[in-house]
């Protein structure tokens, strides 16, 4: 299971940093042997991907809206992937969920159900 950390409320051009980690372990391996992605959800709106980066932390990748603004790094030795939101905006209000896939190709997917574990989310609200 994944747990989520690190949402909040924040002024428009704020930043927030939101962290991701395993509890209770996976039966498939070690956090450290996933791909993890973050994703987001508005209200009324689709699941949205925003951020994934490899299980060998060596390469991440970005949704087009959050591209510039948002970066995910993992930290293998504490068993975290942290995902940092700078300039944020009113449209970056969402509840925001790690997910955990443990695929070696395609490098990353930006599909929902392509992934294994999710957290419960953490909310996201960003005041204009």
């Known amino acids: 299971h994944l747990v989520e950390s690190g949402g909040g409320v924040v002024q428009a051009g704020g930043s927030l940093r939101l962290s991701c980690a395993a509890s209770?372990?996976?039966?498939?391996?070690?956090?450290?042997?996933?791909?993890i992605a973050w994703f987001r959800q508005a209200p009324g709106k689709e699941r949205e991907f925003v951020a994934a980066v490899t299980w060998t932390g060596a390469d991440t990748y970005y949704g087009d809206s959050v591209k510039g603004r948002f970066t995910i790094s993992r930290d293998s030795p504490n068993n975290t992937v942290k995902l940092h939101m700078d300039n944020l905006k009113p449209e970056d209000t969402a509840v925001y969920y790690c997910?955990?896939?443990?695929?070696?190709?395609?490098?990353?997917?930006?599909?929902?159900?392509?992934?294994?574990?999710w957290g419960q989310g953490t909310q996201v609200t960003v005041s204009s």
């Open positions: 997910a955990a896939d443990n695929a070696r190709y395609p490098p990353y997917s930006a599909q929902p159900y392509t992934y294994d574990y």
């Open positions: 209770g372990g996976t039966s498939g391996g070690t956090f450290n042997d996933y791909n």
